[in-house]
């Protein structure tokens, strides 16, 4: 499994554009990348994933680069809602374990 | 559609006893995963199933066990409980796009186990 580094916090204003970037420098060719958001005292949530270029959803953005070694997920005008822990995650379902490995993640702190 | 439960919600043991936490999807997914998660600290994984009838073991198995006898639960037992096992466990299941290789994992409310 591709090993990822990210920030291990943040901090921002409300309305505030937040961008969280993540290396990933050993991904292989069928890996996705996957973006998690935990609050406290909950499981992780899917916020988006993606394979290359770029991925948009209602929450956020996913920026991926041509040579697919980092991602940048962008949160478009924070809120305090959005204080949490957010983690990057690179692996394939198609071979091997089929199971995620989660590092520490970026503590996302907004501030009003 | 309640997603991926988890029973119980909190639990204290004293060192020693042995306890069983219950995972229960209705999303029909076939893979299902068991994760420990200490203060300030990412998930590791301990065991997880691709399908009914078969386990297998993550980062962290030492200590636990698991079994995946229907399809929709997936129970983590703890035979001897240890002051270590103390942390938040998740369970997860997970739905693949048939065919490829995205996906989305679908974690419960977690379970606050202390270990006295």
């Known amino acids: 499994l591709a090993k990822t580094t990210q920030p291990i916090s943040m901090d921002s204003y409300e309305g505030q554009e937040v961008n969280i970037t993540c290396s990933h420098n050993n991904i292989a060719t069928n890996d996705y990348i996957t973006w998690y958001q935990q609050f406290p005292s909950q499981g992780p949530r899917f916020i988006i994933q993606g394979y290359k270029t770029k991925v948009t959803n209602e929450v956020a953005s996913l920026f991926i680069p041509a040579d697919r070694k980092s991602s940048t997920l962008s949160l478009p005008r924070v809120s305090l809602s959005d204080t949490a822990v957010y983690y990057c995650l690179v692996s394939r379902m198609d071979t091997g374990r089929r199971a995620l490995t989660f590092g520490s993640g970026t503590r996302l702190q907004v501030q009003p | 559609n309640a997603g991926v439960t988890q029973t119980p919600k909190f639990r204290v043991l004293k060192t020693g006893q042995s306890m069983t936490l219950l995972c229960a999807q209705d999303?029909?997914?076939?893979?299902m995963y068991w994760y420990r998660q200490d203060p300030g600290m990412g998930l590791r994984l301990i065991h997880y199933s691709v399908g009914e009838g078969t386990t297998a073991k993550g980062e962290v198995p030492d200590g636990y066990n698991v079994s995946r006898l229907k399809k929709q639960n997936f129970l983590l037992g703890l035979e001897s409980a240890a002051p270590s096992q103390t942390s938040v466990y998740f369970c997860a299941s997970l739905w693949r796009l048939a065919g490829g290789s995205s996906y989305e994992q679908y974690f419960g409310p977690g379970t606050r186990l202390t270990v006295t």
């Open positions: 999303m029909n997914h076939e893979y």
